[in-house]
């Protein structure tokens, strides 16, 4: 009996051990994006804000206030509403009344075999005359400078691409659990941390903030090509890699906020067409496979610690101790790194069992309904197999 929870203990506490490993190393390796600096350059280039929006009159307003106080000589901003039915149409349209920078496209019809906010993006792109596109949403707020900044980057450093995360406001504990606990399985599954270095063949891409050249943008397949992608955010990133560009990936907690869900019931339903497909390939099996997996390593190092106890095995209750020390010292590292909070961090592991029931939920909507139900649309199983662009796994 020993040997045998050797053999499946250890290795899984070994597991355990190298991910935190990893997460540490990543977040250490994350640029702060207002700890950069870049000189201004000599032309500030015309820079045209692309933002999707169905139904969000409610925080639409407010956040694209922050955008009219930005600083940026060179600036449009497109505001695309996609069928909406609260009253979003009417904001759009007053805010671009009241600025002749903001320019208004309402959406009415979906094409067929398009995720709503992928044709909003493809329609903000028909019409931006800018020579940077920067895709963020409705209810993303931004601080004084922030686009300058931005801008200032990219040309300094040649890049194509930059994704910047932003600070999410939560409204409850657990739902800071979740919340944090998704974004470290981020960093982990696009394997973000490699995005920096030139020769890494990983990439990523941020829906609160993506920065694109328009002339590397224009070599993509465009959104056309991700059309049916719910991660599209990502699969822009990889469009730019595959297309040749650089990218840029900064934590940028500072300069951006966003309040991204109201309640972790609110995460359980908006995550329903996101964590399916590009985790598990809409494959049930592999997605049983991952939360069995995810299950294990929860439970691998308090397992181990105590039959290490009992059987008075010290492999067994070594690699426990091991496991649960590499926690300690990752939310304690964590902590100083990110601003997160320390009681959210230790408890990661209970983050872990909420993220997979997400996952379950996710997958179970989506076999019984054959595909997703999102936004009065029904998107067919089949369909979203076969648009899929964007494919990651539980992996360094």
Partial sequence: MEAALWIIFIPLCAAWVLGLGYLMRALKRLPVFNRQFAPAPHRWPLLSVIIPACNEAAHLESAVATLKRQDYPNLEIILVNDRSTDGTGEVIDGLADADPRIRAVHVMVLPDGWLGKVHALQRGVEIATGEWL???????????????????????????????????????????????????????????????????????????????????????????????????????????????????????????????????????KGLE??????????????????????????????????????????????????????????????????????????????????????????????IRNNGIDWRGTHYPLDQLRAGQRVKFSLRP
């Fill in 134 to 268: 920067l895709f963020t949403d409705a209810d993303i707020h931004f601080s004084p400078g922030a686009l300058r900044r931005a801008i200032a980057l990219v040309l300094n450093q040649g890049a194509d691409h930059l994704a910047l995360i932003p600070r999410t406001v939560h409204s409850g504990f657990w739902l800071e659990v979740a919340v944090r606990t998704f974004g470290l399985m981020f960093l982990l599954t696009t394997r973000a941390a490699n995005v920096n270095q030139a020769e890494s063949r990983a990439f990523v891409g941020i829906g609160a903030f993506n920065l694109v050249n328009a002339t590397i943008f224009s070599r993509t397949p465009g959104f056309e090509w991700l059309r049916l992608e719910t991660g599209d955010d990502v699969g822009l990133g990889m469009m730019i890699k595959l297309a040749g560009g650089s990218s840029r990936f900064a934590i940028a907690y500072d300069d951006l906020s966003v309040r991204w869900y109201d309640s972790v019931p609110a995460m359980f």
């Fill in 273 to 366: 067409k996101n964590l399916f497909g590009p985790g598990s390939h809409y494959r049930w099996w592999l997605m049983l496979l991952q939360v069995v997996i995810i299950w294990a390593l929860v439970a691998a190092p308090i397992v181990a610690l105590m039959f290490g106890v009992v059987l008075g095995s010290a492999p067994l209750w070594t690699a426990g101790a091991a496991a649960m020390a590499m926690h300690i010292m990752f939310s304690l590292f964590s902590y100083y790194e990110s601003r997160a909070e320390i009681p959210s961090l230790l408890l990661f592991p209970a983050g872990l069992l909420l993220i997979s029931l997400m996952m379950i939920r996710a997958g179970f909507q989506c």
